[in-house]
């Protein structure tokens, strides 16, 4: 990195570094140890179980705390949110709840007068008018002030859809679920025959970051007409578009159902005060077996406004038959908001996430330059260790310092990405951080800094560092961009980890080779180090052959007469090799390529692609003789136009670091310019390519979001190619 770099990012930066007023509730954060309870963990902390559950939504009161859970512990007292409120709701209670939330939110639609009588009551003219004497008083406002009198003349509230104010949720007409494995949001309201809306309208504990569900979680759902769903045959319902003026009258003449079964589906129209003119609502139609709905039988589809047959059936390569067969209430008309089920095996133009279909969405088409998004960076730039003033001095620090190295390129491959936003009409806020790679540093910036209005944290570098700051954000539902590899025992749920993990990786080359493997011969080659790599890559392959390697303190040495004893003329030899030794590597593949004959073909792999590969010793022709293949999180950058700007801006090509902090960021920040809320463009936003990166986050319901995207790469005449699956 040349002293052009060091000046305009050094300059950048201390114009960056500000700080805010601390926040009003501080927290800490505690790793559990083996061993410890919830109840032990409070006595330490000298507070309550239910303020810890408050700010611990994952941990339940009777369960065994988990090694390694990071849990936030509160340093300011408040009061606690009830623990029994991360369950299940109590049926009862949430009714209730809904139904008085209608009554705030609904609004009259006119008014009448009443004169109020000797001995009348507010009690007695608010039931009268089936209003509550808080919307009296609203609409009167000296009843605040005086007492009700005779001959006093009463605004009294109109509410549309006559008798709606009738309809009461049952208690008795919903019944605990408990989700199976494999089901989601989707499948659940399918098998019910409700929306997506009246679902979460039932079940408020259902995290907004995310659509994950978990075996065993309780939902409330409304009960199924005389049996439970585990005892009768599945309804089928209509999805229907609530026109203007409509009223629960009309529906009865038109579908011959009840005003309170139509409800009791559809608990958002209490909620909101009433039927609304472009609510869909689901409106039962009749019984029949439509089998196991769960994800190892079917993805689903929510239809979007103005769909029509045609737009379905060519992005779904199927005939309009085909599809009502399977979604019999399509025979009354497509609505937006029916959630559609497909095969499983079916392809098309959308990607599948969480078993739910997303349409393919161009984030640069999709910007609104309202948003302005605040972002900030935390890294370890080491300003306390960098002389700026000596160029010369900086330079070798930098050079000599992995970690000042890796977070000077993320930051100026951050800053080309904020140019570009910035040229497509996105303001953004952004403040920057050196943390120093010290806990200390992180925590002193966190009091410093006001985290409820901020979009996202990019960084810390650092695993204790990180955890501080994901648990301290999470607080205020702020996402933390983590650069650094996902192999942690992080468990907050807040984390986006931009570098998929090994596992990720190792199934991503599996994926590879079984789109090509015929019958070819597989010989595993690994140091102990690397064993459970081998025991992978044997799970996955039972018929593959090992050789062991010899390693002492001088020497690296293979059986080369065992190893061409497993080799096979007959079939291609397909040889993994799991190790971060140099050494290993070129003594391995300098005896894969002798025994590389036209008799004889060999072609190298390896799980992990690190740093030994790359050494200086090892012989590029080699590789490219046994067309090595790998999977990679990052790929050469082909993009001259980010390569432009970079060297614009900072005199010089940009490195691997960079090129990913400009794919991390640009990412970022297009995905908050659509949504302004990451969590939310997380579920509409599936895969997303850059220059040298791509990104498709999947929720964990434990750890976080993680990158699954990733590459196959291949040296094939002396060069690097990506390989398309």
């Not at 009865?252 to 472009?278: H, S």
């Not at 015929?518 to 799970?539: F, L, R, W």
Request: glycine share 4%; proline share 4%; net charge positive.
């Amino acid at each position: 990195m040349n002293n052009t770099i060091l000046k305009c990012l050094f300059s950048g930066l201390f114009m960056l570094f500000l700080g805010f007023g601390a926040n009003a509730q501080e927290f800490a954060t505690h790793p559990v140890k083996k061993g410890e309870t919830i109840q032990g963990i409070a006595k330490k902390y000298n507070l309550g179980i239910a303020e810890i559950l408050s700010y611990n939504k994952e941990v339940k009161a009777d369960e065994t705390l988990k090694p390694n859970t990071i849990l936030v512990i509160p340093l300011k007292r408040e009061n606690p949110t009830n623990a029994s409120s991360a369950g299940a709701p109590d049926v009862a209670a949430l009714l209730k709840s809904i139904q008085q939330d209608s009554l705030v939110k609904r609004k009259p639609i006119g008014f009448t007068s009443h004169k109020v009588r000797k001995r009348e009551t507010l009690y007695g003219i608010a039931k009268r008018y089936n209003v509550t004497q808080d919307e009296l008083k609203k609409y009167n406002k000296e009843l605040y002030a005086s007492q009700l009198r005779k001959k006093m003349i009463l605004r009294i509230p109109k509410y549309k859809g006559a008798g709606e104010g009738d309809a009461i949720l049952d208690p008795n007409d919903y019944e605990k679920y408990v989700v199976a494995p494999k089901e989601t949001r989707w499948s659940i309201a399918h098998k019910y025959g409700i929306t997506i809306d009246s679902l979460v309208t039932l079940n408020p504990q259902l995290p907004k970051n995310t659509t994950y569900l978990a075996e065993g979680q309780e939902l409330l759902m409304p009960k199924m007409k005389g049996a439970s769903i585990k005892q009768q045959d599945v309804q089928l319902y209509t999805s229907y578009t609530v026109p203007p003026k409509q009223n629960f009258y009309r529906l009865e003449q038109e579908f011959g159902v009840k005003a309170d079964e139509i409800v009791r589906l559809n608990p958002e129209i209490t909620q909101r005060g009433g039927l609304e003119e472009g609510m869909v609502i689901r409106i039962p139609k009749k019984k029949v077996d439509v089998g196991e709905i769960n994800t190892d039988n079917y993805i689903f589809y929510e239809v979007k406004p103005k769909q029509n047959e045609f737009r379905l059936t060519r992005k779904f390569g199927m005939t309009w038959a085909e599809l009502t067969d399977l979604n019999p209430d399509l025979a009354q008309g497509l609505k937006a908001g029916m959630i559609l089920k497909l095969p499983k095996d079916k392809v098309g133009d959308f990607e599948v996430k969480n078993s739910l279909v997303l349409d393919k969405i161009n984030l640069l088409d999709s910007i609104n330059t309202v948003n302005r998004p605040k972002l900030i960076f935390m890294l370890p730039f080491r300003l306390d260790k960098i002389d700026v003033n000596s160029k010369s001095g900086a330079r070798k620090i930098i050079q000599r310092r992995n970690d000042v190295k890796l977070s000077l390129g993320l930051y100026t491959g951050a800053m080309v990405a904020l140019d570009s936003i910035s040229k497509l009409g996105i303001s953004v806020d952004v403040k920057t951080y050196d943390n120093q790679l010290d806990i200390n540093k992180t925590r002193e910036i966190l009091r410093k800094e006001r985290l409820n209005d901020v979009s996202a944290i990019v960084g810390p570098l650092d695993a204790e560092s990180l955890k501080e700051v994901a648990v301290q954000a999470a607080s205020f539902e702020v996402p933390v961009m983590a650069p650094i590899t996902s192999d942690s025992d992080i468990s907050l749920k807040n984390v986006y980890f931009s570098i998929p993990t090994d596992v990720k990786l190792r199934e991503r080359l599996f994926s590879y080779i079984d789109s090509t493997r015929v019958d070819q011969n597989i010989i595993i080659v690994s140091d102990d180090k690397h064993k459970p790599a081998q025991e992978a890559i044997m799970g996955k392959y039972p018929d593959a052959k090992t050789i062991a390697i010899k390693q002492d303190e001088k020497n690296i040495s293979m059986n080369i007469n065992r190893f061409t004893a497993l080799l096979t003329k007959n079939k291609e030899n397909w040889v993994f090799l799991e190790t971060d030794n140099f050494k290993m590597v070129s003594s391995v593949i300098s005896i894969l390529n002798s025994n590389n004959t036209d008799d004889t073909k060999i072609r190298l792999f390896t799980t992990d692609k690190n740093k030994a590969f790359d050494n200086e010793v090892i012989s590029l022709s080699h590789l490219s003789n046994l067309q090595f293949t790998y999977p990679s999180v990052y790929k050469e950058t082909v993009n001259d136009s980010f390569k432009r700007a970079y060297r614009n801006k900072f005199g010089s090509d940009p490195d691997k670091y960079a090129t990913r902090g400009f794919d991390m960021t640009f990412d970022l920040l297009l995905k908050l310019a659509y949504k302004n809320n990451l969590y939310q463009a997380s579920k509409i936003v599936g895969l997303t390519e850059y220059t040298g990166n791509k990104f498709n986050y999947a929720k964990d319901y434990s750890s976080g979001f993680f990158n699954t995207a990733s590459y196959i790469m291949m040296y094939d005449a002396m060069r690097i190619k990506e390989v398309k699956l």
